[in-house]
């Protein structure tokens, strides 16, 4: 299981606005300490609890760059949330990767939008609800 993720961050203003706008309607819950954000939903019952997300400066003092081929993905409750999500995250300083939508060459009901956060690293919404048919 995974146990958290850590995103780098060269301006913690722009991406605190950044992840409070992509995961706070997801119900992740937000921490800010010395070191730099954590995020957090609530636990679970019966198990460990989810992935934990740290966006802060990286450790070494160096400038955090993009991990190329490397993206986080965070599931939604519906096609609705995936939109809305993706929206805030644009308006919050994210920029637009890839529309939200199907896309059958993973399944027909993979529906997702691709974000990039301020540093430029690759985020997914996604959801597994089917089409509604008119």
């Given at each position: 299981m995974l146990s958290y993720?850590?995103?780098?961050?060269?301006?913690?203003?722009?991406?605190?606005?950044?992840?409070?706008?992509?995961?706070?309607p997801l119900g992740y819950r937000k921490r800010v300490d010395p070191e730099g954000l954590e995020f957090t939903?609530?636990?679970?019952?019966?198990?460990?609890?989810?992935?934990?997300?740290?966006v802060k400066p990286p450790f070494d003092g160096q400038p955090a760059t993009v991990g190329n081929g490397s993206m986080a993905a965070f599931r939604t409750g519906s096609h609705d949330s995936v939109r809305q999500v993706h929206a805030a995250a644009i308006a919050a300083g994210g920029s637009?990767?890839?529309?939200?939508?199907?896309?059958?060459?993973y399944s027909k009901n993979f529906f997702v939008?691709?974000?990039?956060?301020?540093?430029?690293?690759?985020?997914?919404?996604?959801?597994?609800?089917?089409?509604?048919?008119?």
């Open positions: 993720i850590t995103l780098g961050a060269n301006d913690m203003q722009a991406s605190e606005r950044f992840y409070t706008a992509l995961l706070l939903l609530p636990p679970q019952a019966g198990g460990s609890g989810p992935c934990v997300v740290y637009d990767e890839g529309p939200p939508g199907f896309r059958a060459a939008a691709y974000v990039r956060d301020p540093v430029g690293n690759k985020i997914a919404l996604f959801c597994n609800e089917a089409a509604v048919q008119a």
